[in-house]
């Protein structure tokens, strides 16, 4: 089977997820044009050699309902004979959309696919795509009564793991310390494509890092979730989880050029890094958030690993409780978990999210010395993702 490699990542800035953030005004298929036209730009690759284009997006509703990869390819001015597919597996939408290419790559399907992610979030709110309607059904409803949402499912977590509200607070100051230390020292510019606006204005940074964030000012905050039902329903809970300490809402795109290695060489290109290994799995839908812990135990297992092995390990702060959760069960010293922040600080763009942390974990293994990075993402439903890759800088 043939080794599938990483040539290049790049990802927009993360802006905002509402009216008035700084990509609020880009359609989403200019979005992903823009990062797209920068990945292409930045290889030199003829795009036409390109044999799909595997897009992660969540909310194909509105402006992402008609297969936003193609639009944005077309967008960017590229060859019309190259295709285009969405892939929704919620928040592991993008990372799926990688772990598909690397396949297909393996099992020489392809020579060359670009595995990207978009979610605008201010143009296409979360969950528009249900048009209120049930997603469950009566069968699941049956099967599993009082299914709940992500974020009394985040309250669950913290609860089964013995969280502290002041643990998830001081975990939400350090995401945001340590994105802001990896923006002041130039750590994010490798990976960032700038995203000039229709007034000529050029967005180059993220714009949802808050470097003063302290766990004093977020404990003025109050927990979200508990209405009197749910407070009734589960009388245990001590209800934590606050817009602080948990992802952000964001606009952003990602993208990664994937190859085949002899491709790579024949092209006379770099790779930076190779995929190791990958595996999903589903996992209880009623904590839903807990997937990371298994597909974790799952990669390491396939990879013939142990997460001593691993440099440096991304597991998405959908919630804090989340990475803290998968910390106590991996106990990793905290310097290589989610080392230049997360979700928390950097937001989290639904389809686009596990590209992103790609890009970022590349950049980090690469400015750090490291060789292998572990990326893990828990997903609605009770899902989850995980791969693993080796830099080859």
């Known amino acids: 089977m043939a080794n599938a490699v990483i040539v290049d990542a790049v990802r927009s800035p993360m802006g905002r997820g509402k009216a008035g953030g ?22 030199g690759i003829d795009p036409g050699i390109v044999e799909d284009l595997m897009v992660g997006c969540v909310s194909q509703s509105g402006e992402q309902s008609a297969t936003p990869g193609r639009q944005a390819w077309l967008s960017a001015g590229y060859p019309v004979h190259v295709p285009a597919v969405s892939i929704e597996r919620k928040c592991g939408s993008g990372q799926q959309a990688v772990e598909f290419a690397a396949m297909g790559i393996a099992a020489g399907v392809y020579d060359v696919v670009i595995a990207a992610g978009v979610e605008s979030m201010s143009r296409v709110p979360m969950g528009s795509n249900r048009q209120g309607a049930d997603p469950h059904g ?8 009082g299914l709940v949402s992500q974020g009394v499912a985040a309250e669950l977590v913290a609860q089964k793991w013995g969280l502290s509200r002041r643990s998830l607070d001081e975990y939400a100051v350090s995401s945001h310390a340590r994105a802001a230390e990896a923006a002041r ?3 994010f510019d490798h990976e960032i494509v700038p995203i000039t606006l229709a007034d000529g204005s050029v967005v180059d940074r993220d714009e949802t890092i808050r470097p003063g964030s302290g766990a004093d000012k977020l404990a003025e905050l109050r927990a979200v979730f508990g209405t009197d039902e749910l407070t009734a329903r589960f009388p245990d809970i001590e209800w934590k989880v606050t817009a602080g300490n948990s992802s952000q809402i964001t606009d952003g795109a990602a993208a990664l050029l994937l190859m085949s290695e002899e491709k790579a060489a024949a092209l006379g290109l770099t790779p930076r890094a190779r995929i190791v290994a990958s595996s999903v799995v589903g996992d209880d839908p009623m904590l839903m958030l807990t997937g990371p812990i298994p597909a974790t135990q799952k990669v390491l297992e396939r990879a013939g690993m142990s997460i001593e092995d691993i440099d440096a390990i991304e597991v ?19 310097e290589r978990l989610n080392p230049r922040g997360g979700a928390i600080a950097l937001g989290h763009p639904l389809g686009a999210s596990g590209v992103r942390l790609m890009a970022t974990l590349i950049n980090h293994l690469e400015q750090t010395g490291g060789r292998y990075g572990l990326q893990t993402m828990c997903e609605a439903g009770g899902m989850a993702n995980a791969t693993i890759i080796e830099s080859l800088a």
């Open 22 to 43: 700084a990509l609020s005004t880009v359609h989403p298929t200019d979005l992903l044009a823009a990062v797209l036209t920068g990945l292409v730009g930045r290889t």
């Open 138 to 145: 009566p069968g699941v409803a049956a099967r599993f009564p």
């Open 185 to 187: 020292i130039g750590g």
């Open 316 to 334: 998405n702060e959908a919630f804090a409780s989340v990475p803290l959760a998968w910390q106590a069960e991996f106990p990793v010293a905290s």
